[in-house]
């Protein structure tokens, strides 16, 4: 391998890697809390954490399914469509939506069966369309698969670049000079979890591949997007008749995709056209048991029972596809699964971090030599590495502590937690400009620490769902959330006590 072919790849690692990096921290950080989206949203909702799913699990959820669409028919009689979300482990309680005027929302206690209203909130789906689409529609999902793409170069040419990839793993040195302890760090972290880093960057591409690569669609399909899906997701024809009909209980419904699919496999009930004629009800697969993530459900006829559409096979190409969706978006495998890839992304998360400090540690020793464009330059990198970094963090945690504080009932307060992470973002930026590097790394680092370190203590005191009754009941879905981010919380603390005792040159970062 050339050494100008080397030097080449090195270049565009560095520079990718800082173009990329700022923004591509922020996806991974929120990508990597959406692995426990429905553990947050119950978090979040602390008036559903008396739900229990206990007991005969079949019985409990049929009985559950008769009371809701009791309650359905009492709060949304005139509504063209129900949809029913069973309860898992996850999240016990039943989620009750249907349309008027608006998405409208209950959940319902499958033990007692009363009907809660829990606070307006986005929970963990928040984090999860940051990570998809910064909250920006189509152009946020433009964004991000570039960012996608931009990782694979960046992890492809590091492969390139550092022949002793493998041999420095199993050499780190915190405690060596500042340059080689940051490069080491940035080493382990990305040969650590390699596999995991290609994968969740490819699979982040394939999912948006017919938007972002549509040139073989348009010559199969003549440019038709909708025949694609057609065929990829068979469409289902569904129409109301106008007259009324009793449908049959949602509970016997219920019972026949158990028959097809097993104990525990529906997760969702799609009711179209409730006491119509035409009335029809889907059952979603549950992907909890399933690699593949399709869209492919058993729907019947709501008013005879009958089998309208039996979920085929789509063929061995939607099914990959549809695998690689499913490796992304981590349904499949409990909890030790969404575990690891917990880990795998914080390491990811690490590995971004670190690679933007050694970007401005190893060019520190020449800036003396540098011009005066290239100084500045570096000493802007340096201000906004701090709000890039340790700004998303003080958001995230920011995030939970609005969920708790803002007013149950105020008007608009789902909107209002998403607007407190966006808005202290730009402030974290700003504040990183303002401040000397190191001084900036030490105060938001350590602001993260506390938001998080303190998050249990504001959760006790401002709800039911805290340390003292979930570790109890062995509530883990609602007690790991705490513990996490009191574990976080040590973490930040540590990293910014680290920063603030180390001796640096003037205007050093850290």
Request: glycine share 10%.
């Amino acid at each position: 391998m050339s050494g100008r072919f080397t030097q080449r790849m090195a270049w565009l690692h560095t520079w990718g890697g800082l173009v990329f990096g700022w923004l591509l921290f922020a996806v991974f950080v929120t990508g990597t809390l959406s692995v426990f989206d429905r553990e947050i949203d119950g978090w979040m909702r602390p008036e559903l954490a008396g739900a229990k799913l206990d007991g005969n699990i079949d019985a409990t959820v049929d009985a559950a399914v008769d009371a809701a669409e009791a309650a359905l028919r009492d709060l949304a009689p005139e509504a063209g469509r129900w949809l029913i979300e069973l309860p898992t482990d996850r999240l016990p309680a039943m989620r009750l939506l249907w349309i008027d005027g608006g998405v409208q929302e209950r959940y319902l206690d499958p033990a007692t069966h009363r009907v809660l209203t829990p606070r307006a909130t986005h929970g963990g789906s928040h984090f999860a369309q940051f990570h998809a689409r910064l909250h920006g529609g189509e152009i946020g999902i433009w964004v991000v698969s570039l960012l996608a793409l931009g990782m694979l170069v960046a992890i492809v040419t590091g492969i390139v670049i550092h022949k002793r990839i493998f041999r420095d793993f199993f050499t780190f040195r915190p405690d060596a000079r500042r340059q080689r302890s940051w490069l080491e760090g940035h080493n382990m972290t990305a040969v650590l979890v390699l596999p995991f880093h290609l994968m969740i960057a490819y699979s982040g591409l394939v999912i948006e591949l017919p938007r972002i690569m549509p040139a073989g669609i348009d010559v199969l399909y003549d440019g038709d997007i909708r025949a694609y899906w057609r065929e990829s997701e068979p469409a289902i024809d569904r129409a109301p008749t106008g007259e009324q009909a009793r449908m049959l209980p949602l509970s016997n419904i219920l019972a026949r995709g158990r028959e097809e699919w097993g104990p525990g496999a529906v997760a969702m009930m799609n009711v179209w056209f409730p006491d119509d004629g035409g009335a029809a009800i889907d059952l979603m697969h549950d992907h909890g048991n399933w690699l593949t993530r399709l869209y492919n459900p058993l729907s019947y006829n709501g008013i005879t029972g009958a089998l309208r559409y039996g979920a085929p096979d789509l063929g061995p190409v939607r099914n990959l596809t549809a695998a690689v969706e499913g490796l992304h978006h981590v349904e499949f495998g409990g909890p030790v699964v969404r575990w690891l890839y917990f880990l795998c992304g914080a390491a990811g998360s690490v590995m971004i971090a670190t690679g933007l400090v050694l970007f401005t540690v190893k060019r520190r020793k020449r800036l003396a030599d540098q011009s005066p464009g290239a100084q500045r330059f570096h000493a802007v990198t340096e201000r906004l590495n701090v709000g890039a970094v340790a700004g998303i963090l003080v958001a995230c945690a920011a995030y939970f502590w609005a969920n708790r504080l803002l007013p149950v009932h105020l008007e608009g307060r789902a909107l209002m937690e998403v607007l407190v992470f966006l808005g202290i973002v730009p402030v974290a930026l700003l504040h990183g400009l303002l401040r000397p590097p190191r001084r900036g790394w030490v105060e938001q680092m350590g602001l993260a620490g506390l938001l998080c370190l303190l998050l249990p203590l504001l959760n006790a005191l401002t709800s039911e769902a805290h340390l003292g009754n979930s570790l109890p009941a062995g509530t883990w879905r609602l007690a790991g959330v705490d513990l996490t981010a009191a574990a976080c919380g040590l973490v930040f603390l540590a990293i910014a006590h680290r920063i603030a005792r180390r001796t640096t040159t003037p205007g050093a970062s850290c």
